[in-house]
C-alpha cells in the first residue's frame, strides 16, 4: 500500500499490508498477552499511558507535522489533535486509581452485594483518516488502563501517523501484544471484526462502514463501539450574539476543509436574521485562505482524496447557485485537491442536505417559530452533534431539554465540533450510539460483573423462596 500526502497527491512511500495470517497472529498474540495484562494492577497500566503522555508531549510537533503532512489538516488543528492525545492520556491515567464498582444493599441479612470491573479482553480498533491518531488515543489510552490489549486498523489514507503512534507506545513500556497495528484496507479490518478473540470492535467511520460491520460483530455476540458519521446542525435564534455565532460557524463549518464527523453542515436561521447572518458568514468566509496546511497563513487545507473532492462536486451540481464560496481552487498538482468553502441557501431538507458531503459545504434554512427549527435539526438520519444559538435561557434549556436536540453531543452559543475530551463523544440513530473519550465511557472497555458474599451462616434464598 502506499502512504500519499493530500499537500501534493504524492507518494510519502510504500508499506506492506498486512495478510489475513498477520491479522489473526497480531490477534493470537493479543489474546495471549491478555492473561497477564488483565492482572498487572490498573495504576500500573496506567504508568505505561503516563509514559505515553509525557513521549506524546516531547514529540508534540513532529506527530503534529506528520498529521499535517497525511490528512492534511493545518498545523493549529495538528497540533490540536495531538494535544486531544495528551489529555486523554492524562484523563487516563487518573481513570488507572478510578475504576470503581458500586456497592448495592442485599435483601439478604448477612450478605454484600457489589460490581467489579474486569478487564473485557482484546480491544479492535478501526480508525478513519480525518483524525488519523486522536482517535486511536481516545481508545487505547482507556483500553490500556482497563486492561484490554489493543489491535489498531487505522486509515489505509494514514498509516504513517499510525506507525509514529504505534513507535512512542513501544517506547513508552507497553509489553508485547498489548498494543499493535494492522496496516491494510476494508478487507484488513473485516478480519479483525470477525475474529472471535476480540471481544470489543471500536469502530470510527462512516455509517455505511458502521452497517457493514455492527452485525458481523453482533453475530458472534462481541461487543462493538460505534462512531459513525454526522449530519449536524445548529439553530441561530433571535435573540443570537451574531458577532459569536459567525465565528463558530465559520469554524464548525470551515475548519478542517469540512472534514470532521462533528463539521456543521447545516445551519437552522430564524427568518428576521437570515439575510444578515448569510451576508456576514460570506463576508468572512472571504477571508479564509486555502492552500498549503503547512504554511501558517492557511486556515483550509486539501481534501482528502479525488473522491472526497468528486463528492463534493456532485454536491455543488445538485445544490446549484451558492450564496459563497466557490467549487475549486486552483490545484497545485493534479491529484491535490483544494478547495473553497462553500454556503448554499436551501429553502427545505432535501435528500442531498440530509446527506453527510464530507467537505466543507454549509446548507443554510430559515426557520418561523421554535417547534419547525426543533423539527429541521432532528430530521437528519444521524444523530452526533448539535448546537444552539441564543441569548434567551429558556431557548438554550429547551433545546438541552429531553423535547429538544436528539443528539449525543449538544452546545449552546458554541459550534457543534472541537468537543473536549473529558465528556462522553459520540451520537444516536446513524452515527452509531457508541460513546468513547471521557465521563463512564471506561465501561465500554471493562466486563462487569455483579458479586454477592454471603457471610452470615444462613442460606437465605433470594425473593424469600424456600427450599430444602
Ligand atoms: P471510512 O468508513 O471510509 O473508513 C473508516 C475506517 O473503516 C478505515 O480504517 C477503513 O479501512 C475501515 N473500513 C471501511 N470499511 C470497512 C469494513 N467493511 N470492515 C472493516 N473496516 C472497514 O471513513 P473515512 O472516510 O476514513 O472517515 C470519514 C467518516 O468517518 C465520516 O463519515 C465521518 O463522519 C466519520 N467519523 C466519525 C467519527 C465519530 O466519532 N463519530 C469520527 C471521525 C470520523
Known amino acids: 500500500m502506499t502512504a500519499r500526502t493530500p499537500i501534493t497527491g504524492g507518494s510519502l512511500g510504500s508499506l506492506p499490508a498486512a495478510t489475513p495470517g498477520d491479522v489473526d497472529d497480531a490477534v493470537a498474540r493479543a489474546a495471549e498477552a491478555f492473561r497477564t495484562w488483565r492482572i498487572v494492577p490498573a495504576p500500573e497500566r496506567g504508568a505505561v499511558v503516563r509514559r505515553l503522555g509525557e513521549l506524546l508531549r516531547a514529540h508534540k510537533s513532529d506527530l503534529a507535522e506528520l498529521v499535517a503532512l497525511e490528512a492534511g489538516k493545518i498545523r493549529s488543528e495538528a497540533q490540536g489533535e495531538v494535544q486531544e492525545m495528551i489529555d486523554v492520556c492524562d484523563f487516563a491515567v487518573g481513570l488507572s486509581r478510578q475504576l470503581y464498582g458500586a456497592t448495592m444493599a442485599s435483601e439478604r441479612p448477612g450478605h454484600r452485594m457489589m460490581e467489579l470491573w474486569q478487564p473485557l479482553g482484546v480491544c ?39 506507525l509514529a503512534c504505534d513507535a512512542l507506545v513501544q517506547r513508552a513500556g507497553a509489553p508485547a501484544g498489548v498494543a499493535q497495528v494492522v496496516l491494510g484496507g476494508a478487507e484488513v479490518g473485516e478480519r479483525l471484526v470477525d475474529n472471535p478473540s476480540v471481544a470489543l470492535v471500536s469502530a470510527t467511520g462512516s455509517t455505511a462502514m458502521g452497517r457493514a460491520i455492527g452485525p458481523r460483530v453482533a453475530a458472534r455476540f462481541g461487543r462493538s463501539l460505534l462512531e459513525l458519521g454526522g449530519n449536524n446542525a445548529a439553530i441561530v435564534a433571535p435573540s443570537a450574539d451574531l458577532d459569536l455565532a459567525v465565528r463558530a460557524v465559520a469554524f464548525a463549518a470551515a475548519g478542517t476543509a469540512g472534514q470532521r464527523c462533528t463539521t456543521l453542515r447545516r445551519l437552522i436561521v430564524h427568518r428576521s436574521i437570515h439575510d444578515d447572518l448569510v451576508d456576514r458568514l460570506v463576508t468572512a468566509y472571504k477571508s479564509l485562505t486555502v492552500g498549503n496546511p503547512l504554511d501558517e497563513r492557511t486556515l483550509v487545507g486539501p481534501l482528502i482524496d479525488r473522491h472526497a473532492y468528486e463528492a463534493f462536486g456532485r454536491a455543488l451540481d445538485e445544490v446549484g447557485a451558492l450564496a459563497g464560496g466557490a467549487r475549486e481552487l486552483e490545484s497545485m498538482a ?40 426543533v423539527a429541521l435539526h432532528n430530521a437528519a438520519a444521524h444523530g452526533l452533534s448539535s448546537s444552539v444559538f441564543t441569548s434567551d435561557l429558556r431557548e438554550a434549556e429547551r433545546f438541552l431539554s429531553p423535547a429538544g436536540s436528539d443528539c449525543g453531543i449538544a452546545n449552546v452559543n458554541i459550534g457543534p465540533s472541537g468537543a473536549e475530551i473529558g465528556g462522553a463523544f459520540g451520537g444516536e440513530k446513524d452515527t452509531g450510539g457508541g460513546r468513547e473519550s471521557g465521563s463512564d465511557a471506561w465501561k465500554a472497555y471493562m466486563r462487569r460483573m455483579t458479586c454477592t458474599v454471603n457471610y452470615s451462616g444462613e442460606l437465605p434464598l433470594a425473593q424469600g423462596v424456600e427450599f430444602l
Open 334 to 373: 493534479p491529484d491535490a485537491f483544494y478547495v473553497r468553502p462553500a454556503i448554499a441557501v436551501v429553502l427545505e431538507q432535501t435528500p442531498l442536505v440530509l446527506r453527510e458531503t464530507f467537505a466543507p459545504l454549509l446548507y443554510v434554512l430559515a426557520y418561523d417559530d421554535w417547534d419547525e427549527a
Open 124 to 162: 479492535g480498533v478501526i480508525t478513519s483518516f480525518n483524525f488519523p491518531c486522536a482517535v486511536w488515543a481516545w481508545n487505547a489510552a482507556l483500553a490500556l488502563v482497563c486492561g484490554d490489549p489493543v489491535v489498531w486498523k487505522p486509515s489505509e489514507k494514514t498509516p504513517l501517523t499510525a
